[in-house]
Nanobody, 126 residues
Framework: QVQLVESGGGSAQAGGSLRMSCKMS????????MGWFRQAPGKEREEVAT???????NYVDSVKGRFTISRDRTKNTLYLQMDSLKPEDTGTYYC????????????????????WGPGTQVTVSS
């Protein structure tokens, strides 16, 4: 059974950086499309970045050039490096896998992902 646990969230000033980790147990991280998602207070959960089984990253426009998704096969861990943080990056960040076997990462967003971690809070102050 797949389990994901996020860590590394916290507080930062605008323009600062944070790095988050997502440790997977139960399966190899390279067996899935992996994704980072976030949910701001009062808003729906949204996709932030995904990484294909091949290792190719995908980003939503709002984080391109600022966030970097990566993985370490030896540690079975997914990462999200967040630079040039903005107050609108505030929220609870979750990692997840594609919910059904697919060759490429799903394009339908949150409903197509599963095995959600419990989340980690990120707060960016101006």
């Amino acid at each position: 059974q797949v389990q994901l646990v996020e860590s590394g969230g916290g507080s930062a000033q605008a323009g600062g950086s944070l790095r988050m980790s997502c440790k997977m147990s139960g399966r190899a991280i390279t067996s899935f499309c992996m994704g980072w998602f976030r949910q701001a207070p009062g808003k729906e959960r949204e996709e932030v970045a995904t990484i294909e089984m091949t290792g190719t990253p995908n980003y939503v426009d709002s984080v391109k050039g600022r966030f970097t998704i990566s993985r370490d096969r030896t540690k079975n861990t997914l990462y999200l490096q967040m630079d040039s943080l903005k107050p609108e990056d505030t929220g609870t960040y979750y990692c997840a896998t594609n919910a059904r076997p697919t060759v490429w990462c799903p394009t339908g967003g949150v409903p197509e992902f599963g095995n959600w971690g419990p989340g980690t809070q990120v707060t960016v102050s101006s």
